[in-house]
């Protein structure tokens, strides 16, 4: 059974800091290994410790009300609005195409799933097997350590809370990355220079990555360094480049949702309205690699094009 360490240690922390609910980060290390009493007992005691909320039961946003008045009083702040985003998030037309097949530039993608709250879409067939094989091959010989973004500084570190190895591709890099840049621009709607370039990333054995969020809080200080390059991110695609035998899955806590790993395969999932409101309910993170290895390539998408 996992310990709390030093690592989750930063992690209750940071993600009590940034409003997310009780409830999902007992979901979420629960789902990691953890026994509900031991979770809940970490999580409240997070809680306290940090002084994210006042102690006692009526203190707390889940004891109060549940998960629904949770998202209303801790949701992150509208990007460019100080304070707290008091009113709940408002769900609107995402612009994704309908229709359980997609004509993405130059390929048919298939939809599996689609989910409403949040914007959750589960593809098929957005990459070819040997596509796929191609970006792991190009890639293999350039990983470096991941690394997150400080919400202090803006500055990337590396923590134990993301055991991967990546690298980034420039946009347009070449033919064939520009191939994949316009297909998934045109699966995800949105204009090709809004989007940063293909992140690749590897997890081996027992590699995870621990629920947060893809948006830069916009009440830390740190997120003006990214959003100064193109806006806020509004959207993220993870593909799936092989199969993960046991474990790997994108796990959703907040919202009880999860997706295996399947070569070719992609999920979508939209974080920013038409309000610029963001959603909390896409707290999302990478489950434990318990047999085999994982790796995925990654878009986000930006308000403005990203320069």
Known sequence: ????????????????????????????????????????????????????????????????????????????????APGVQRTP?????????????IRAFDRDVQVLMRCERPQVIVFANVLSPEECDEVIERSRHRLKRSTIVDPATGQEDVIRNRTSEGIWYQRGEDAFIERLDQRIASLMNWPVENGEGLQILHYGPTGEYRPHFDYFPPDQPGSMVHTARGGQRVATLVIYLNDVPDGGETIFPEAGLSVAAKQGGAVYFRYMNGQRQLDPLTLHGGAPVRAGDKWIMTKWMRERAYV
């Open 1 to 80: 059974m996992p310990v709390v360490d030093a690592a989750w240690q930063e992690w209750l922390r940071t993600n009590a800091a940034r409003g997310c609910t009780m409830d999902s980060m007992i979901g979420a290390m629960v789902q990691t290994g953890f026994a509900a009493d031991a979770a809940a007992k970490a999580v409240h005691g997070a809680f306290g410790a940090f002084g994210v909320v006042a102690s006692g039961a009526a203190a707390s946003p889940v004891a109060a009300g549940g998960i629904e008045a949770a998202l209303r009083q801790t949701a992150p702040s509208a990007p460019g």
């Open 89 to 101: 998030y408002a769900y609107d037309h995402g612009p994704v195409a309908r229709g359980n097949t």
